[in-house]
């Protein structure tokens, strides 16, 4: 079957992916089909050249969608299988996702995309290095004398080096958008969008075993303090405080091997790399989110100031409190209604955790509903500044 032929039989449902073989041959022919085929004169592109971001784009999506907009989601195909949309109902005539075996940087792809309402890109710069937002400037904006391409920025890295560069040029277009609010740039304060919608997700009630969960990003030695978490458990095991379990999600035995003695292994379960419908049932399932930052390391201040932890989202989006350094639970406006605060050791705040009545607990899990709700509502209100609302045609 030609590859014209594959993408008009999928072209009905809500994916189509596109391997490096039909990239090869994806030519005029393709992209006209998929324009006509499937696009309306209101869409929007939301490219996501990043593996790891999924938990970002979900809210972006509904926003874009609830502004009437229709939405074409082009991603790595690395998203394969991970697929942070698992609880999302979009309407399929209005959302489909795209998958690219290696994202495209082809000038007939940038000529594909002058067909969009707006760019929004997700991810400026990638782990690896690929900046894929300078190939959008040199290779779109210019030659289209385009203005409709806008972005996120994670952590303001480059602007705070006062150096020019894409993200300056698009601060002082005003096209960049930050992941929560009170973000600042040359005492500018940048709109934001906080990613802390995810579908459908349960809202669950505290156990009678207390589960922490401790989230993995990035696992090096230092990012996270894991000698005052161990510590911690060894502490409550020796004052026969037990009723307790610590799930670490995206992480080995290998990695943690140093810290786990015989008698702390009774309390953890190691889950590796997950898709993230099992990352959302582990903190549906959780009672607490143990955020386990080094307020030491030189990450921390990125976190503080310029962007947010993975947790962060988690712990609105699932109204799952956290345990969170005082100094950044207040930062991220989780003060001690929302949140559980620690400044040393964790003992107290783990203690606390455990030991807190269902009532308390649920009304931490309400605080943390009420704002999540606000952010939501202000997020949309700076979507809407920024792209106005379109007539949906029922």
């Known amino acids: 079957m030609s590859i014209l032929d594959r993408v ?54 509904k926003y874009f969608l609830d502004l009437g907009y229709d939405v074409h989601l082009l991603v790595d195909a690395q998203h394969t299988g991970l697929n942070s949309l698992v609880n ?40 690896d290095g690929f900046h894929y937002a300078l190939s959008l400037e040199r290779n779109f904006l210019q030659k289209y004398n385009k203005n409709n391409l806008y972005c996120i920025s994670h952590e303001l890295s480059s602007l705070n080096n006062r150096t020019e560069t894409f993200e300056s040029r698009m601060v002082d277009k005003n096209r960049v958008f930050v992941l929560r609010d009170k973000i600042k740039y040359k005492e500018k304060e940048l709109p934001f969008v906080s990613p802390v919608y995810f579908g459908d997700i ?45 799930i670490f999600v995206g992480v ?35 009672d607490f989110i143990l955020f386990n930052s080094d307020p030491t390391t030189k990450d921390f201040d990125k976190y503080m100031h310029y962007g947010i932890t993975g947790n962060y989202m988690h712990t609105l989006a699932f109204q799952t409190p956290g345990l969170i350094y005082e100094e950044l639970g207040n930062e991220y406006l989780l003060d001690n209604t929302r949140a559980i605060h620690y400044t040393n050791d964790l003992y107290d705040a783990m203690k606390k955790a455990i030991e807190i009545s269902p009532e308390q607990y649920e ?18 209100k700076n979507m809407k500044q920024a792209f106005g609302e379109v007539l949906v045609k029922c």
């Not at 505290?206 to 989230?215: A, D, L, Y």
């Open 88 to 127: 999302c109902n979009f309407p399929s005539d209005r959302f489909k996702m795209f998958e690219f075996a290696h994202f495209p940087i082809k000038q007939e792809f940038y000529d594909f995309l002058v067909n969009y309402e707006y760019l929004f890109l997700m991810t400026v710069l990638t782990h």
């Open 8 to 61: 008009k039989k999928l072209m009905n449902k809500k994916q189509l992916i596109l391997t490096a073989e039909d990239q090869k041959v994806m030519s005029h022919e393709v992209s006209e089909f998929i324009k006509n085929a499937g696009m309306k004169s209101k869409t929007v592109a939301v490219l996501e050249p990043h593996p790891w971001h999924g938990e970002v784009y979900p809210a972006f999506i």
């Open 202 to 246: 349960k809202i669950t009630s505290k156990n009678k075993k207390t589960k922490f969960i401790s989230i993995g990003g990035v696992w090096k030695k230092g990012l996270r303090n894991f000698d005052n978490l161990f510590n911690t458990m060894k502490k409550l095991h020796e004052n026969n405080i037990r009723n307790f379990e610590i």
């Open 363 to 380: 009304q931490m899990q309400n605080n943390l509903g009420e704002l999540k709700e606000t952010l939501m509502a202000e997020s949309f």
């Open 252 to 286: 080995d035995k290998v990695s943690l091997e140093a810290y786990i003695t015989p008698e702390i292994q009774p309390y953890i379960t190691l889950i590796g790399r997950v898709p993230y419908n099992q990352l959302f049932n582990c903190v549906e399932d959780a």
